[in-house]
């Protein structure tokens, strides 16, 4: 199996950025598709983006589009999130999640392994 940890949640002022890192062992990262979900206070999980195990091929839920990229590095197995122009409702637990597949992915319940979280609060 692998292991997730993300990394460089916080605070920051609406219009401002930040980039999460999610940093993998265990498995050969390459065979993986990764995603970011998220989940704010009293609300379910969500889908954020994904991106296929190459790099190529990603997706991105219309309420982040324009705003965040994900990317990887393979070599450092790693999987990013560059989140720009933040706004309050992106406040939440931002998960990253990895599946054995060649494909890109959108449902939670498709996700084998998860990260802890890592928190970003952005504030007005």
């Known amino acids: 199996q692998v292991q997730l940890v993300e990394s460089g949640g916080g605070l920051v002022q609406a219009g401002g950025s930040l980039r999460l890192s999610c940093a993998a062992s265990g498995r050969t990262f390459s065979n993986y598709a990764m995603g970011w979900f998220r989940q704010a206070p009293g609300k379910e999980r969500e889908f954020v983006c994904a991106i296929d195990w190459s790099g190529t091929r990603t997706y991105y839920s219309d309420s982040v589009k324009g705003r965040f990229t994900i990317s990887r590095d393979n070599a450092k197995n790693t999987v990013y999130l560059q989140m720009n122009n933040l706004k309050p409702e992106d406040t939440a637990l931002y998960y990253c999640?990895?599946?054995?597949?060649?494909?890109?992915?959108?449902?939670?319940?498709?996700?084998?392994?998860w990260g802890q979280g890592t928190q970003v609060t952005v504030s007005s």
């Open positions: 999640a990895g599946k054995l597949s060649t494909g890109v992915h959108i449902a939670i319940k498709l996700y084998n392994y």
